[in-house]
């Protein structure tokens, strides 16, 4: 890749700074290091994620800023990408984390930035300057063991804040004008930054896309490693015994939606599919390239009934909703069988780590030692040391709404990292806050994807430009009635919905299951 400095290029107009002469912005709580300002001209972008732009990016003016908050101690990585004025379209539009990263600099920059976006990124510090992966979360650990607060309230919200403030003073220096409009988009970690930034920071973003977001962070982590504790304890079935379950799952909840098209598309059905958990007990399934099959048991189904229902404490009251139904099973419920033939559990990395750095404070914990009653123990003790920073208490939408901000959420039906319910469930507190789902559609709108699984990927279409969405009812005041969804299923073959605004729910009117235009929303 070559960077020029753009010192030497004419192509940037006035009445702006040149890049590579842009100065530190003012971070209020902050200070700001280093600054450095390249122009990038040959910058190729690979994706990692579908629906990413691939190929040559326009020239775009690469700023990177380190800033620390005194007491802290950090190193917060910043970069904000700003393209050419000639293809700026007028707008900002931020990023932010997935996993335990604030924000992985690269690929959906760069989309943004085709699309004419100023753009930005931030590592919020959890990289602990370029030395560790953010993703292993053991950056939330100092160096005498205890949490470190300071970068878990960067995480939080404050770096997306920090980095939007740098993001609009550097658009005010390079184009010598703010930016018209700004937006936030981002899913999972970065979906819960969205609503994060709604609540604390209501004006730093005109349109918000939260997609799948992490919210209740401090509870799905700890009970979605439930399956894992269950296995450790009694046996773990192969996994081709919850590919099974799965696919007999789907062939009895799918036709309840009114369509027999492979998805599960009734949110009700989460909790309401009547699936007979013991009509498998005593079927031997295939497993296994070789022509082998496994017998189920009793004792398999009870762990794949557990791991799709959540786990309950002692008086039956469910802790957290489970893996959801059609679901692949992992990683929440990932095992292995070895070539001696034994089958063993493959923790999720993610909760895995979390239980490690964020509740018990042991990086080093076997966590197959855990029991039920340790996963209890660390669910209460992640509400109560966690909640406050990266739980819901924080969440009141009032400024936001109040600010004239627009936000649309949307999750995959059967996301396997983060349980859908919990994206139901928070735009229910909102819609009691603001009276009502009207009241709340005003500002707040949630869909739901059938068949979608964690962000991408699955059997079902996921949205395709929800940021346009966002944009358009911003812009125009015209507000998403349902998003246009459209991928490639699991066989290849492209579906297409118009994803309904929760609470309405996508209907079957007939006609071909694969095209949008057979279903309504009721
Ligand atoms: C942007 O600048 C930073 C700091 O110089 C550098 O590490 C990064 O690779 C640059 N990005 C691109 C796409 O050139
Ligand atoms: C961060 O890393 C860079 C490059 O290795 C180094 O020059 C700088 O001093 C480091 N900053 C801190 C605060 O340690
Ligand atoms: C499944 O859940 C029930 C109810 O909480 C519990 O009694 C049972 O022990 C669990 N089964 C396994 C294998 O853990
Ligand atoms: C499954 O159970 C049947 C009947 O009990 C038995 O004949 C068969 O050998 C078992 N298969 C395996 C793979 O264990
Ligand atoms: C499940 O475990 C297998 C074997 O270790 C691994 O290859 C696979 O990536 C795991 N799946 C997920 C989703 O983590
Ligand atoms: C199979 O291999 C694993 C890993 O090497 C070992 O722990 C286990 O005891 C072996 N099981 C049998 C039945 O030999
Ligand atoms: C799990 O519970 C047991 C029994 O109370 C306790 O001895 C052990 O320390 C707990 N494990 C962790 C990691 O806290
Ligand atoms: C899926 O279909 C598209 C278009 O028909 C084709 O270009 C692509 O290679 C196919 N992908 C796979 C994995 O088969």
């Not at 107009?13 to 709580?29: D, E």
Request: aromatic share 12%; with cysteine.
């Amino acid at each position: 890749m070559d960077v020029v400095q753009s010192s030497v290029y004419i192509g940037r107009q006035t009445p702006g700074t040149l890049c590579g002469s842009l100065i530190a912005p003012v971070i209020p709580l902050a200070e700001v290091v280093a600054i450095q300002s390249t122009l990038v001209s040959n910058y190729v972008n690979t994706p990692t994620y579908p629906g990413e732009y691939t190929g040559l990016v326009d020239p775009f003016c690469n700023v990177t800023l380190s800033l620390t908050h005194p007491g802290v101690k950090d190193t917060v990585w910043v970069q904000v990408w700003l393209p050419l004025e000639d293809n700026w379209n007028g707008r900002y539009s931020a990023t932010g984390g997935s996993g335990f990263a604030n924000g992985v600099p690269g690929e959906y920059p760069a989309t943004q930035i085709q699309r004419g976006y100023a753009t930005s990124v931030t590592d919020g510090g959890l990289t602990l300057n370029n030395t560790v992966e953010a993703q292993l979360a053991t950056w939330s650990l100092r160096e005498d063991g205890s949490l470190n607060y300071g970068l878990l309230l960067n995480l939080a919200w404050r770096s997306i804040h920090d980095a939007t403030v740098a993001s609009k003073a550097l658009i005010q220096q390079f184009y010598g004008r703010a930016p018209e409009y700004s937006y936030y988009s981002g899913c999972s970690q970065g979906g819960r930054h969205g609503i994060a930034a709604a609540a604390k920071y209501p004006k730093d973003f005109d349109g918000i896309v939260a997609a799948a977001p992490a919210i209740f962070a401090d509870k799905f982590p700890v009970t979605s490693f439930y399956p894992q504790v269950m296995m450790s304890h009694s046996e773990a079935p192969p996994f081709c015994v919850f590919e099974a379950f799965q696919k007999d799952i789907i062939a009895t909840c799918d036709p309840l939606d009114g369509a027999t098209d492979g998805l599960i598309s009734d949110i009700d059905l989460i909790e309401s599919c009547p699936i007979d958990w013991n009509a498998l007990v005593g079927t031997e399934v295939p497993c296994g390239q070789g022509g082998q099959t496994v017998n189920i048991t009793q004792l398999y189904a009870d762990i794949v009934r557990n791991s799709t229902e959540g786990p309950r404490y002692p008086d039956g009251t469910l802790m957290w909703y489970g893996n959801p139904p059609g679901a692949f099973f992992d990683p929440v419920a990932n095992t292995t069988t070895l070539a001696n033939g034994t089958t063993v559990p493959v923790p999720a990395l993610l909760w895995m780590q979390y239980l490690r750095n964020f509740v018990f404070q042991d990086p080093t914990l076997d966590v197959s030692t855990l029991t039920f009653e340790n996963l209890t123990y660390a669910f209460e003790k992640s509400m109560a040391e966690i909640g406050p920073v990266l739980g819901n208490q924080q969440y009141d939408l009032a400024g936001f709404e109040k600010a004239g901000g627009k936000m649309l959420t949307w999750a995959g039906l059967v996301d396997n990292y983060i349980p859908p319910m919990g994206a139901a469930l928070y735009r229910e507190i909102v819609e009691e806050q603001f009276g009502g789902a009207a009241a709340a559609d005003e500002f707040y709108r949630v869909f739901f994807a059938p068949g979608v699984g964690h962000c991408f990927g699955g059997n079902g279409p996921a949205p395709v430009d929800p940021l346009a969405a966002v944009a358009a009812w911003v812009e125009n005041g015209t507000a998403p009635d349902f998003l246009f969804a459209s991928s490639p299923n699991l066989q290849n073959v492209t579906v297409s919905r118009n994803l309904c605004r929760f609470p309405q729910k996508i209907t079957y009117v007939g006609g071909d299951v694969n095209v949008a235009s057979s279903f309504t929303c009721v």
